[in-house]
């Protein structure tokens, strides 16, 4: 069940100077690069110039300023959530493959999702990791003892432990919370959250009656709900 949950949670659970002269709302942001003139800076970059990355990051602030904004919620400073989803953008711009066929924004959204999300997680592990060290009380010597002294176990086993029972947690409340009827069961159907067996789009297609796309389109919109619900 463990496992199972985990597969959902990560379902739904990426040159600085540049942002100076940009805040988050913002029009002043450039406008994005027509397809031309991406494949031209990208093929220019490729080749070693350094001033076509500076104009494609420049070019492509406006898409981290766009899922900042998906975060502009949990408590971090929409300057820091800028600067690391920028992170995620020259991630995105160093390691882009221009022979996949697909559109540099459409990979850059990822990588900066992803690193806004890394650091989250991180943030929110270092907060755990010094309420684990906080003292709870003495020893019959009189020297404090923390919880990990009770614990016995490794440091970051015990955090990921904390981490992943607090997010299961908030994972089932969401679930409840957020989720229509069917919605809720068709997730926790598909990621045996009732006995443990996931069932196909297919298969709970035929169960409920209707069919296999409307199950995955209804799975879509759900993940997305709890993705929002988990980000809070």
Same mark, same amino acid.
């Given at each position: 069940?463990?496992?199972?949950?985990?597969?959902?949670?990560?379902?739904?659970?990426?040159?600085?100077?540049?942002?100076?002269?940009?805040?988050?709302?913002?029009?002043?942001?450039?406008?994005?690069?027509?397809?031309?003139?991406?494949?031209?800076?990208?093929?220019?970059?490729?080749?070693?110039?350094?001033?076509?990355?500076?104009?494609?990051?420049?070019?492509?602030?406006? @898409?981290?300023?766009?899922?900042? +904004?998906? &975060?502009?919620? *949990?408590?971090?400073? %929409?300057? #820091?959530?800028?600067?690391?989803?920028?992170?995620?953008?020259?991630?995105?711009?160093?390691?882009?493959?221009?022979?996949?066929?697909?559109?540099?924004?459409?990979?850059?959204?990822?990588?900066?999702?992803?690193?806004?999300?890394?650091?989250?997680?991180?943030?929110?592990?270092?907060?755990?990791?010094?309420?684990?060290?906080?003292?709870?009380?003495?020893?019959?010597?009189?020297?404090?003892?923390?919880?990990?002294?009770?614990?016995?176990?490794?440091?970051?086993?015990?955090?990921?432990?904390?981490? @992943?029972?607090?997010?299961?947690? +908030?994972? &089932?409340?969401? *679930?409840?919370?957020? %989720?229509? #009827?069917?919605?809720?069961?068709?997730?926790?159907?598909?990621?045996?959250?009732?006995?443990?067996?996931?069932?196909?789009?297919?298969?709970?297609?035929?169960?409920?009656?209707?069919?296999?796309?409307?199950?995955?389109?209804?799975?879509?919109?759900?993940?997305?709900?709890?993705?929002?619900?988990?980000?809070?």
């Amino acid at each position: 069940m463990l496992r199972l949950v985990m597969r959902l949670l990560e379902e739904i659970l990426k040159p600085f100077v540049i942002l100076c002269g940009y805040m988050i709302n913002s029009n002043s942001f450039p406008k994005p690069l027509s397809k031309e003139e991406e494949a031209l800076y990208l093929v220019r970059f490729q080749t070693g110039d350094e001033d076509a990355k500076r104009i494609l990051i420049e070019r492509n602030l406006r @898409l981290v300023a766009h899922i900042v +904004k998906k &975060y502009n919620n *949990i408590g971090k400073d %929409l300057d #820091d959530l800028i600067s690391i989803g920028t992170i995620g953008l020259i991630k995105a711009i160093t390691s882009f493959d221009m022979n996949k066929g697909t559109r540099l924004a459409t990979y850059a959204a990822r990588c900066i999702e992803n690193e806004i999300l890394m650091t989250i997680r991180a943030s929110k592990k270092t907060k755990v990791e010094l309420s684990l060290h906080e003292p709870i009380g003495m020893d019959k010597e009189g020297n404090e003892i923390n919880l990990l002294d009770i614990l016995g176990s490794d440091v970051d086993q015990v955090i990921d432990e904390v981490d @992943l029972r607090i997010q299961t947690r +908030k994972l &089932y409340k969401a *679930i409840e919370s957020c %989720l229509k #009827d069917r919605e809720r069961v068709i997730i926790q159907l598909r990621y045996g959250l009732i006995d443990g067996a996931c069932k196909t789009q297919r298969e709970i297609a035929g169960m409920l009656g209707i069919s296999r796309s409307y199950v995955s389109r209804i799975e879509t919109k759900a993940i997305e709900k709890l993705n929002k619900e988990m980000c809070k």
